[in-house]
């Protein structure tokens, strides 16, 4: 099994920043993608951005210019760098991985937890 753990979340004013981490960990894998997702309350959950193995990045046009989806492949660990933030970012946060197990070539997309950001006006 993987798991992913995010962390990073806080209360934050608007205009400030933060910096989310995912990291995967558990039995053997190879990621193909990572991802971030949000989920505001009463809202379904949308994606926030992507990144491949390969490096092709998307982003949700409402986080363009504002928000940076990076990752280390090394540590298997996405980050989300988060700037300018506003109060409609405020969302529970969740990170998502298509991978492999080596072992036995199982497809898998675990998701995290979820990280409770919160901005205040």
């Known amino acids: 099994q993987v798991q992913l753990v995010e962390s990073g979340g806080d209360l934050v004013q608007a205009g400030g920043s933060l910096r989310l981490s995912c990291a995967a960990s558990g039995s053997m894998f190879r990621i193909s993608a990572m991802a971030w997702y949000r989920q505001a309350p009463g809202k379904q959950r949308e994606l926030v951005a992507t990144i491949t193995n390969g490096g092709r990045i998307n982003y949700a046009d409402s986080v363009k210019g504002r928000f940076t989806i990076s990752r280390d492949n090394a540590k298997n660990t996405v980050y989300l760098q988060m700037n300018s933030l506003k109060p409609e970012d405020t969302a529970v946060y969740y990170c998502?991985?298509?991978?492999?197990?080596?072992?036995?070539?199982?497809?898998?997309?675990?998701w995290g937890q979820g990280t409770q950001v919160t901005v205040s006006s």
């Open positions: 998502n991985a298509d991978l492999w197990l080596i072992d036995t070539m199982t497809f898998m997309r675990p």
